[in-house]
């Protein structure tokens, strides 16, 4: 025990946000605020101070005064603004000086009066002897001041309260406190992301479906010609399944099936054959050459290339053959092969974290991130990484943001939602949702309210998908343009993260494999496809549309600020996000029956908004167009989904009268 912890008064009962009792980081990207809450008490009615400290890993400690709001509660706010790990805590004290003010006030008779001068003069000599030399001179002076008043003839005590209670000069005392019996609370953790980590559009393609002729394989050349059609849509993410060689041993041929025919060119995931394993490249698809020099083009777009790392073997792997103790072998001498019942991966292998060669199997794994990290590779989205050992994802992660804090993690992991609430905690920068399967007003409103609001708000960001080559979610059976069009809107603009696989979803796939299967039929997983681009009813201009609407937006790059209205009609879903820095508000209403015209009356309260409780005023909608003048709480709305899946309006002003409807915005 410190020597003079008995006589430290302040406690620091809790410091909020914190995740896990600061055993994990909570999150924020390079700009974003963290406004940081303390429980702060004492006993007595002496006075407190806070202060909110934080660091960049290794920096110096910068600080801000906290404010009191009510009940104990401290509250301050600080930017991060170094991408990589940091720190935050408060600092709290009884303040002397504070205090004696406090009492001052209530001094009425002289002789308190004179006492409390004389007290004061002691305090501000203290705060003078710790402070610089010209700040050191004004404060000596005054407490100076103070004694000649105290013993002036005849005494003034009015006027020496006055002088006591200085402003300006009080501030000045502010700044050389007596920290000497103050309390600190604990370093928390703070992971600080690059702005993508917060706000990013994500489009997958099969590179090798990428060629321009039917049934001819593609190329790295050929994703690069592609690079302007998914720039145009406004895609800053393109995210490749894995681009390893493929296994020849049990390779699954069209459908899954468990024969292959001639020119089967087999699941991308099942990973490693005589070529190579998880730091080489498929041949078919070019040289390593190609594939920096198209991570190179596409970050002249302001796109980042984004593999999918699979960590998981085909049976001729060589990594099979040269590390066999990382497999579990079975009593007739093969290896378990995946399963997730009843799907049976035959052409795969897992890793065994159980082998007493745990340390080389980490490396090697670890190995594979730094080898594409090398290539120009700075976001990786993890094929199911809920079956990997928590432990290695802690060290993997944490130890690649240390060297290299650009790169982010997103966690494929659509399972239980306390293993994937681990893996945010555990480092990932993203993860997958359960959004595809959310369907309903209230499923969609529980659950992103609770994304957005609940425990995981510091921590989980959610990255929404309509669909993915293993999902053809069953909304989407048969589905046609409105049904995309509107699960495309809800992602986007719901999450502020969020991505489509293409160019299944903007041609509108919609064939699964088998009644009630979320297998799409003739899956890229298992073949070739080729695409026709320029279909006229592709929803490609759409999309376009959203990701320019996202862009030109502050309220939909965040998600904290996602608050769900009231509609009086459950086929209507109404939604607001507001950024407070910039006063951007957009309100959302989506038409869930894509069958029907529906309408309802939307509640929305104006001073949310920023506007009087009675105002008019202005909505823009920036899928349509067309411009409108609300007023107040209730205002009606109609959707007809053969015309638009929903409203998206932008709250640009409020208005006077009809003058200041400016129908040329």
């Not at 604990?186 to 002729?213: I, M, N, T």
């Not at 809800?490 to 699964?512: C, D, F, H, Q, R």
Request: aromatic share 10%; proline share 7%; hydrophobic share 40%.
């Amino acid at each position: 025990m410190p020597p003079d912890s008995g006589r430290v008064r302040a406690v620091i009962d809790a410091v909020l946000p914190v995740v896990d009792g600061g055993r994990f980081a909570v999150k924020r990207v390079v700009g974003e605020p963290l406004d940081v809450e303390a429980h702060v008490i004492t006993d007595g009615h002496d006075q407190l101070r806070a202060m909110l400290q934080w660091q960049a890993e290794g920096g110096p400690w910068q600080e801000t005064e906290m404010k009191h709001r009510v009940n104990d509660v401290w509250c301050a706010c600080f930017t991060p603004q170094v991408q990589g790990r940091g720190h935050y805590r408060v600092q709290a004290w009884v303040d002397g000086f504070h205090s004696w003010r406090h009492e001052l006030l209530r001094r009425v008779d002289d002789e308190d009066i004179r006492i409390a001068a004389l007290v004061g003069a002691g305090l501000i000599d203290e705060a003078a002897a710790r402070a610089a030399d010209a700040d050191r001179r004004l404060l000596s002076d005054w407490a100076a001041r103070l004694r000649e008043g105290a013993q002036a003839q005849p005494f003034d005590g009015a006027s020496l309260k006055a002088q006591a209670l200085d402003e300006p000069l009080a501030l000045l005392a502010d700044r050389y406190p007596d920290r000497s019996l103050a309390a600190t609370s604990a370093d928390l953790p703070l992971q600080v992301d690059r702005e993508r980590a917060r706000f990013s559009s994500w489009y997958e393609l099969f590179p090798r479906s990428a060629g321009h002729q039917p049934g001819r394989h593609g190329t790295f050349v050929d994703v690069e010609a592609r690079l302007p059609y998914v720039a145009e849509m406004g895609f800053d993410v393109l995210y490749f399944p894995p681009i390893h060689p493929i296994g020849r041993d049990k390779r699954k041929g069209r459908n899954n099936a468990l024969v292959t025919e001639a020119g089967d060119v087999g699941s991308p995931w099942a990973i490693g054959a005589e070529e190579g394993g998880h730091t080489d490249i498929l041949p078919e698809l070019g040289t390593p050459e190609d594939f920096r020099r198209l991570v190179a083009k596409a970050r002249e777009l302001g796109i980042d290339i984004a593999m999918d790392i699979a960590f998981q073997c085909a049976p001729d792997h060589p990594w099979v053959k040269s590390h066999p103790q990382w497999f579990r072998w079975r009593p007739d001498g093969t290896v378990q092969y995946a399963e997730n019942p009843p799907k049976k991966y035959q052409d795969i292998y897992p890793f065994n974290f159980e082998t007493e060669d745990w340390r080389g199997l980490w490396a090697a794994l670890k190995g594979v991130f730094e080898h594409w990290i090398a290539q120009g590779v700075h976001i990786f989205r993890v094929d199911n990484p809920h079956t990997k050992a928590f432990p290695f994802w802690e060290w993997c992660v944490t130890e690649i943001k240390r060297a290299h804090p650009q790169v982010l993690f997103l966690a494929e992991a659509f399972t239980r939602p306390k293993v994937m609430h681990r893996l945010a905690k555990l480092g990932y920068s993203q993860s997958y949702t359960y959004f595809t399967w959310r369907q309903s007003k209230q499923e969609l409103t529980e659950y992103f309210t609770e994304l957005s609001q609940g425990p995981g708000k510091d921590y989980f960001r959610p990255n929404a998908w309509p669909n993915t080559p293993d999902i053809l979610n069953e909304q989407l059976h048969g589905a046609g343009r409105p049904t995309f069009a509107l699960r495309l809107v809800l992602a986007a603009t719901l999450a502020s993260n969020y991505g489509i696989y293409g160019p299944a979803y903007e041609l509108m796939e919609n064939a699964p494999r088998s009644p009630g299967s979320e297998e799409y039929l003739d899956s890229e997983k298992y073949q070739l496809r080729h695409w026709n681009l320029q279909r006229p009813d592709s929803l490609r201009p759409l999309i376009a549309q959203i990701n320019h609407i996202r862009r030109r937006n502050p309220a939909l790059q965040q998600l904290q600020n996602l608050r769900f209205v009231h509609t009086d009609n459950d086929q209507l879903i109404a939604y607001v996000k507001r950024d407070a820095a910039s006063g951007n508000t957009v309100l959302v209403i989506a038409n869930l029956d894509t069958r029907n015209r529906q309408s309802g009356w939307v509640s929305l309260d104006p001073v949310a908004l920023g506007l009087e409780r009675d105002a008019r005023y202005h909505l823009h909608d920036l899928l349509s167009n067309q411009r409108f003048v609300w007023q107040g709480e209730h205002n009606f709305v109609i959707l007809d989904p053969g015309q638009a899946p929903a409203h998206v309006f932008r709250v640009t002003q409020q208005l006077q009268g009809e003058q200041d409807f400016d129908h040329g915005l």
